[in-house]
């Protein structure tokens, strides 16, 4: 009896101090919703969402957001007011108390636009105003206001919220649809702008991710939100071109769905294809085929595009040489004809 109540109090010594120093999860979740945008951001039980997807993407978005556990958000940041970023924001605001939305003082004549700024009157929301260098802070994350600088009334992407997400040595930047133009003003402002992650601008069209705001993130992992077989040709091979020749690692959630990162503060791990699933439950997973992405060469002098593995892909000049990772159809989407050798 006697040794078994000192076994007892030697397991309580042993096992109290790991109940005293239990750590929370710092998370973020890249959320699959298509050839949209939406990312969860949580820690110690906070939660900010950066975009809401398309107009259908409210609900999916909802339910993920309650399958993780998530009953209030205290920041939503509307990065800018394109129906792929605020589409389903209207519906997310409705559902969970929202302490602040972070959004450009920018409107758009769209009803996407419109339901956004009604469903924000009927909450208790407050509005606030980017300026680039502030600094707000969520759980064990702060996280600073990169951009915009000053809007542009050309294009609304240039006008979105841009920002580096920090947990003591990991680092995020997000950006939006933020072109090259944005991207310059964050360069300017001098805000060091390093990162282990860089969430792709636009969901990787050519005209963002310029090579002077790569050379300047230098990340060591990239995040692509983009839907499979849009008509966009999103991600631009120029861009796929520029990651892959820096040796980073990409994750796209047309290929692995919804990708999640656990960042521990000291380094950051991913999940591809989180539970709970995505928002959006992908084309080739419903029609149980499921297509995986090939690394193909492409020659933008020919204008023919090769399995990686073909002579005469490799063959291709370095300056003319693309090396592409997705899907055949999406490159003859972009007008590429496949080889008549390697047939890929
Ligand atoms: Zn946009
Ligand atoms: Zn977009």
Redesign the pocket.
């Known amino acids: 009896m006697k040794r078994i109540t000192l076994i007892l109090a030697l397991l309580m010594l042993i096992t109290t101090p790991v109940y005293a120093v239990q750590k929370t999860e710092e998370k973020i979740h890249f959320i699959d919703v298509g050839?949209?945008?939406c990312t969860l951001v949580e820690s110690n039980g906070m939660y900010m969402l950066i975009d809401g997807g398309e107009e259908d993407d409210g609900e999916p978005i909802i339910k993920y957001l309650k399958d993780n556990g998530v009953d209030k958000l205290t920041y939503i940041i509307a990065t800018h007011p394109?129906a792929?970023?605020i589409g389903g924001i209207d519906d997310v605001i409705d559902s969970f108390v929202t302490e602040n939305v972070i959004m450009p003082k920018v409107s758009a004549t769209t009803y996407c636009f419109e339901r956004m700024i009604n469903s924000i009157a009927r909450s208790k929301a407050k509005v606030i105003e980017p300026v680039q260098g502030a600094v707000y802070t969520l759980g064990d994350f702060t996280f600073t206001i990169l951009g915009p600088k000053h809007y542009d009334s050309d294009d609304l992407?240039n006008d979105s919220v841009a920002i580096k997400l920090v947990n003591k040595n990991d680092s995020f930047i997000f950006t939006?649809?933020a072109q090259t133009e944005e991207e310059n003003d964050i360069i300017d402002s001098g805000i060091d702008i390093s990162a282990d992650v860089l969430k792709v601008g636009?969901?990787g069209s050519h005209s963002s991710t310029s090579d002077a705001f790569l050379n300047k993130v230098a990340p060591e992992y990239a995040v692509i939100s983009v839907g499979e077989d849009n008509s966009y040709g999103h991600p631009a091979p120029s861009t796929m071109e520029k990651l892959n020749n820096r040796n980073i690692k990409i994750y796209r959630t047309d290929i692995h769905d919804t990708v999640t990162a656990v960042s521990t503060g000291n380094g950051i791990t991913f999940t591809e294809n989180s539970v709970g699933g995505g928002a959006r439950q992908s084309s080739a997973a419903v029609g149980g085929s499921v297509r995986t992405a090939q690394t193909y060469i492409l020659n933008k002098n020919s204008m023919k595009f090769h399995k990686d593995t073909c002579v005469y892909g490799k063959k291709t000049s370095p300056t003319n040489k693309l090396v592409y990772t997705g899907y055949a159809d999406t490159i003859k989407a972009l007008g590429y004809t496949p080889c008549k050798v390697c047939n890929p």
Do not use: Y
Request: aromatic share 0%; hydrophobic share 10%; proline share 0%.
């Open positions: 050839q949209a945008d394109h792929d970023h992407n939006g649809d636009h969901h």
